[in-house]
């Protein structure tokens, strides 16, 4: 009885951490690169990167780089700060909505993440190295956000945003609420008396995760966040750049994707539109039903309706870092950043690059040596 | 043994008689004296104008026109005197308007038409004098049509027209996809061809398996049907047919030939573009594109330049407005039809929608509201519908000389608070909206003591009202004994 | 009569951009009915910054027709989403507001206002018995905010068959909230009465109030009207007799408005003497329509002889031949005057809802919507030609045919 309890119990408890390797074990190195992506569109060529306890020493040109005092890993390609998705169900098993009741707002993803789950490898090898794990957009108030790394087997927050779904998935024929007037009614109740987690969100100390999918949909979310002047993210939201003063005005930003080659224009044309009126943007998967290779082709499939290369791998790093709520940790090769980087074979907004080696917080999580 | 002997149905196909209605007394005499006569699209309206109609045909139209001292007269100051509609195709007032064999030309509506049907008594309600009664658009090749008055009691008094062509539809049937029905066409003329190259060859043979076959199936073999002749055909031919005495051919097969001899006309439905393309080119390819008629969808006017060119009329199905919808934007677009096909310069005539209140005056009604001259959008409904049916100088206009086919209007005729008032059909009184109890529980909900309205619906309300007037106490005591006396098996029969 | 018919439906993308975001216009016609008197015979319509100048006799306007009519107003015109847009947790939810479901960007609002449909009032479904309160709106405008023209305008309910469509009796174990009471008209009916008296006791006793109350003593004090729709004839009557049981009881007295009365014509006497204003459905070809009931050709002309409020709606159809403009022309061919007619589209829907303040009648200082015809009104051989919306152009009736 007691093993077979153990057992199941050691599936959920394992904490691997790979130490296989000679710079797995080394928290200070550098990194010695052609093309070094930095923050922005700057891109230094003949660039090395310094890490030191896991985290970003030194970022840029070679030559100024002065004494590293370490060992020097030489790449003959690029090298970018690590790609953060600002949604996925990875880790979870598909265990991500309570059928049952409507209104989970205690609930917390993080309790469902595995995180040494075979999902986090496919990640880290489509060079993702920060995820927002959500909850399933089915329900009207499904829960907290976790945000993890894909590799170390660590959450950077176990409570990220509420999620919130303003979409006509969360309605039921058979399951209150069935329309979108009890379901805007909950939230309006929820924060006139607030506690709990809705405190947090009514004081500003969480933002909200709100899921919507036609216009009117959008428009109502964003009403609902300018009203009570909630920070967060507008996650989907398909065309909400026929609408981007609003979502601007609202100050919310957008999770967009994931795109693909078969999407619409107007979908993409969308992005395009949201960027011009300055509204941030980053993008998210679905994984693990889709693949996280997603991630990257989402930013090229709206590179390629318009969008410019800064703000594409902006929504792929600093900006989706910022929307995760870690953006003073990840998301650009700065000093006193985690060490979370992708050696590439070529431009990561190239599709054609692929990834060689991921480095999380200093420690080679995929990839051989060279 | 068939209800048409060969000879009949022969002199029917050759020469598309024209029956007139077996009620108009031989010496008949109607006078019409109307507010106005409209005589026909782009014709003279006359102020107090006198139609006089002898023997079923318009003898003298006119301001002055002399009324014979015998004439019944029908004075009608405020009306307004106007030709009878004329349905150019439908497939209404039949027991059932498909067949589910393929070929079937064989068949024709006579057999299938139900004179009282609820669709002739409304059709008269809206003005619709002729009608070409035609199978439905789910087949493959149906039977024959034929044109009919609204008015009679059995098939013989309603004929206009015995034959008035075949159906067939290029549109997949039920069940079958744009291949198979393409080849189900094809293959209807592929078997004809063989056969009667069967035949020929058989004869030659010295085989005389089709005269004996004949005999058994007990087939006219006299007169016309012993002689033989030569195939017609404009696109293909079998050699030898003159050998062939033309009552031995199988009766399922000679509407057919006839049809590939250019005897017949043809109603061909189209569904979609696409479908336009084909029915053509099975025209075309077995010589009746001469005598086709496309009944197509409103979508179709997207193939207009293909009907053009073809040199075809159509007779527009549905809807005059056609509805785009943008499959990426869903923003629609409202197409007007009958405005596309005149730019193209094909002919056209309307049909009446499904709900039987959009009727023929409600079409041209819209056309003249979307721009369409009223010459246009009034001949769209009577006189070129009557030269599709090959009746051009029998109805669609008041002309001395064609059938007396008038309509009396309580106002100005495509206006939507103008009712039919009366109906003559070759000189006959058909309708008269005072008499019409039908239009009476329409406007006010309740049939009139004594009568029993029809519905146009399947619940057709059976309004049966007892004892109208009698007070209320009364009446539950009236019914508490009507009650006792059913179960003892007596009482009012209702 | 169709001099004005250089008409395509030409969408907005052909008029020149500047006249888009224009909203002062003269407009011209030879005929212009204001529904507020006479009609004026060679009239011109001043627009100035959305609103309605003046109404006089003229010519030479920027925008030229035959006739120029008020925009429609349609009480019952059924846009809406759905099943998303009624709570069917349970059957009587007054509190719910349509407004907060109602998308915008349907596709029929651009068809009812191309159609002349320039007001419109959005209702909860007939799904439950009582669905909340209603919305009246315009079909095109720059935002939600500026489209609202009056929110929690009625609160709307049906009595029928309707309501109970998708409950069934409690059998085996009931696995979603459709066990439930109302099966039947008589539930329907009690579900309405006891909403009532709950309210009415609920001012007396605070302890039970619950969500809704407060809607359903407004309607009990008359602030806003209580519309119930009600197709049959045994439907009407349980409408007017909840009214007249609700103020014999003292418990208040509401403001009755019947929806889709196909069969008020069996016992007009009953709206008479209630004085309730109808707003009928579209005209049906044979006669039968919603739940089964028969609505008489004549309807509209016999309640408005009897001195009833009508009014016409469209349900949002897609057949042209359906929608709210062409349906004055059936009614007149059921008997009615034109001038009556025109009223039952224009200003009696919006007298019904108290919006008659800004919309309904071609009068100064009123919204500039309007509607420009190729021929004279509700006529089938004539057609909308020319719409305008608080002053914008939504239909330009100067486009040639393509």
Redesign the interface.
């Known amino acids: 009885m007691l093993t077979w309890i153990l057992g199941l119990g050691g599936v959920v408890a394992a904490v691997p951490v790979q130490a296989s390797d000679d710079h797995g074990a080394q928290a200070s190195f550098a990194v010695r690169a052609q093309h070094l992506r930095l923050f922005g569109n700057e891109v230094v060529h003949d660039g090395v990167l310094v890490v030191e306890n896991g985290k970003v020493r030194y970022a840029g040109d070679a030559k100024r780089a002065g004494e590293i005092g370490h060992d020097v890993i030489e790449h003959d390609g690029w090298l970018s700060a690590g790609l953060v998705a600002c949604r996925s169900y990875s880790g979870t098993r598909g265990d991500t909505l309570e059928g049952k009741r409507p209104l989970t707002a205690e609930a917390r993803i993080a309790d469902v993440v595995a995180l040494d789950h075979v999902d986090f490898e496919r990640a880290l090898a489509a060079g993702i190295t920060t995820m927002v794990i959500a909850p399933s957009a089915a329900n009207v108030v499904s829960g907290a956000t976790a945000v993890v790394k894909t590799h170390g087997a660590s959450f950077v927050s176990r409570e990220a945003h509420l999620a919130l779904s303003f979409s006509d998935s969360a309605l039921r024929f058979n399951r209150y609420p069935t329309s979108y007037m009890a379901a805007l009614g909950e939230l309006e109740n929820a924060l006139a008396r607030p506690s709990g987690v809705w405190k947090r969100v009514a004081d500003g100390k969480l933002p909200v995760l709100l899921d919507a999918g036609s216009r009117d949909e959008i428009q109502r979310a964003v009403r609902f966040a300018k009203d009570h002047k909630l920070q967060g993210a507008l996650s989907r939201a398909p065309w909400a750049g026929e609408l981007a003063d609003d979502v601007k005005q609202s100050g919310l930003a957008v999770i967009a994707g994931p795109f693909d080659v078969g999407t ?3 979908s993409l044309a969308s992005v395009v539109a949201l960027a011009k009126a300055g509204v941030p943007l980053a993008f998210g998967v679905d994984a693990p039903w889709n693949s996280e290779e997603g991630l990257r082709l989402s930013a090229a499939m709206c590179m390629r309706a318009g969008l410019d290369g800064r703000t594409a791998w902006e929504s792929l790093t600093s900006t989706a870092a910022a929307v995760a709520g870690a953006g003073t940790r990840v998301g650009k090769l700065v000093s006193g950043y985690d060490a979370d980087f992708v050696l590439w074979s070529g431009d990561p907004l190239d599709l054609t690059s692929r990834v060689v080696a991921v480095y999380v917080d200093g420690q080679r999580a995929f990839g051989g040596a060279e | 043994m068939n209800v048409f002997t060969a000879s009949t149905r022969a002199a029917a196909i050759a020469i598309g008689a024209l029956l007139l209605s077996a009620n108009a007394a031989a010496d008949g005499k109607l006078a019409i004296k109307a507010g106005k006569v409209v005589q026909g699209p782009g014709m003279p309206e006359i102020d107090k104008g006198v139609i006089l109609i002898e023997n079923g045909r318009i003898a003298a139209i006119g301001a002055d026109v002399k009324v014979p001292w015998d004439a019944t007269v029908i004075d009608a100051p405020k009306l307004v005197a106007f030709p009878g509609f004329v349905e150019a195709h439908s497939a209404r007032g039949m027991d059932r308007p498909n067949e589910n064999i393929d070929p079937a030309a064989f068949l024709s509506v006579r057999d299938s038409i139900d004179p009282v049907n609820f669709y002739f008594e409304d059709s008269l309600r809206w003005g619709i004098t002729t009608i070409n009664i035609q199978q439905g658009n789910n087949c493959v090749i149906a039977g024959q049509g034929m044109v009919v008055r609204p008015m009679g009691i059995t098939i013989d008094e309603m004929t206009v027209k015995t034959v008035s062509g075949v159906k067939l539809s290029a549109t997949p049937k039920a069940g079958m996809s744009a291949a198979t029905q393409a080849q189900a066409l094809r293959k209807a003329f592929g078997d004809l061809q063989r056969y009667l190259e069967q035949l020929v060859q058989e004869k030659k043979d010295g085989n005389d398996r089709a005269r004996r076959e004949a005999l058994f199936q007990g087939r006219d073999l006299e007169g016309e049907n012993a002689k033989g002749r030569a195939m017609e055909g404009s696109a293909w031919k079998v050699a030898g047919l003159e050998l062939i005495p033309r009552g031995e051919i199988d009766e399922k097969q000679v509407p057919l030939l006839a049809l590939v001899e250019g005897k017949l006309p043809a109603f061909f439905y189209c569904g979609r573009p696409m479908d336009v393309h084909r029915a053509l080119e099975v025209a075309r390819d077995n010589g009746f594109l001469a005598r086709t008629t496309l009944v197509i969808s409103p979508a179709c006017y997207k193939a207009a330049d293909v009907i053009a060119e073809a040199g075809v009329p159509v007779v527009l199905e549905g ?1 005059v ?1 056609f ?1 785009e ?1 943008d499959p ?7 197409i ?1 039809v009958p ?1 596309e096909l005149k730019k193209k310069n094909v002919r056209f005539a309307l049909s009446s929608a499904n ?4 009727s023929l005056w ?1 079409q041209a ?2 056309c ?4 369409m ?2 010459t246009d959008a009034v001949a769209s409904v009577t006189t070129i519908p009557a030269e599709i049916l090959g009746l051009g100088k029998q109805v669609g206009s008041l002309e001395v000389g064609k059938a007396g086919n008038v309509l009396l209007f309580s106002g100005e005729p ?4 103008s ?1 039919v008032e009366k109906v003559v059909i070759e000189g006959k009184e058909a309708y008269d909206r005072s008499k019409d109890v039908r239009v009476k ?6 049939a009139p003591a004594n009568t029993q309205a029809m ?3 399947a ?1 057709a ?1 059976k309004k049966v009202v007892c004892c109208e007037g009698e007070d209320p106490a009364e009446h539950a005591k009236h019914l508490e004994a009507e009650a006792k006396k059913k179960d003892k098996g007596e009482g009012e029969d209702k | 009569m ?1 001099v004005y ?5 030409a ?1 907005l993308a052909g008029a020149p951009q500047e006249d888009k975001d224009r909203t002062s216009w003269t407009i011209s016609a030879e005929w212009v009915y204001t529904a507020a008197g006479d009609a004026i015979e060679g009239g011109l319509v001043t627009v100035s910054d959305g609103k309605i100048r003046s109404v006089s006799s003229g010519d030479g306007g920027q925008l030229q027709c035959f006739a120029v009519t008020p925009g429609l107003v349609d009480l019952s015109v059924r846009i809406d989403r759905g099943w998303n847009a009624v709570e069917q947790s349970r059957e009587v939810t007054p509190e719910m507001r349509v407004v907060q479901a109602l998308d915008w960007f349907d ?1 029929g609002w ?2 009812e206002a ?1 159609s002349g449909v320039t007001t419109a009032m959005v209702n909860v479904s007939d799904r439950n018995v009582v669905g909340g309160m209603s919305v009246v709106v315009k079909t095109a405008g720059a935002s939600p905010q500026a489209r609202t023209v009056k929110a929690d305008s009625v609160l709307y309910g049906a009595i029928g068959s309707a309501p109970s469509s998708s409950n069934h009796p409690a059998y085996g174990r009931p696995d979603d909230f459709y066990s439930r009471r109302p099966t039947t008209r008589m539930g329907v009916e009690w579900e309405w009465r006891k909403a009532f008296y709950d309210a009415a006791l609920a001012q007396r006793d605070k302890s039970k109030q619950v969500a809704g109350t407060t809607e359903l003593q407004k309607v009990l004090a008359g602030e806003f009207p209580l519309m119930i729709q009600a197709w049959t004839t045994q439907d009407i009557r349980t409408a007017v007799f909840l009214k007249e049981e609700l103020e014999r009881e003292g418990l208040g007295a509401p403001r009755l408005i019947v929806d889709a009365a196909a ?1 008020a ?2 016992e007009p006497d009953l709206l008479v003497r209630t004085k309730t204003p109808v707003v009928l459905p579209p005209f049906a ?4 329509t919603g739940e ?1 009931s ?6 509209a002309a016999q309640l408005d002889a009897k001195g009833l409020l009508v009014a016409l709606s469209g349900h949002g159809a ?4 359906q929608r709210l403009a ?1 349906q004055p ?2 009614a ?4 009615m005057t034109f001038d009556a007619a025109l009223k039952t589209v224009t200003i009696n829907p919006a007298r019904m809802v108290g919006v008659d303040r800004r919309v309904g009648s071609l009068e100064s200082g009123k919204d500039a919507d309007l509607v420009l015809w ?2 004279k009104p ?6 909308v030609i020319g719409v305008l919306v608080d002053g914008r152009l939504i239909l330009d009736p100067r486009q040639a ?1 393509k």
Request: glycine share 16%; hydrophobic share 35%.
């Open positions: 619409a224009e107007r | 809807p407005v509805t919808t990426l934007t869903g923003a629609e677009t409202e007007f405005g709900t039987t209140t959009e409600f009604a819209q003249v509201g979307r721009g001259t009223k495509l206006s939507v608070t009712w529980h329409l406007m006010a909900g309740k519905g146009g619906s619940s309300e | 169709s018919f250089g008409l395509a439906i969408l596709e651009m068809r191309r069969e014509w069996r070809p044979q006669g039968r089964g028969f609505f008489a050709l004549e309807t897609r057949q042209v031949s062409y022309g059936y007149m061919r059921g008997g190729s021929g509700f006529e089938l051989s004539s057609a045919n």
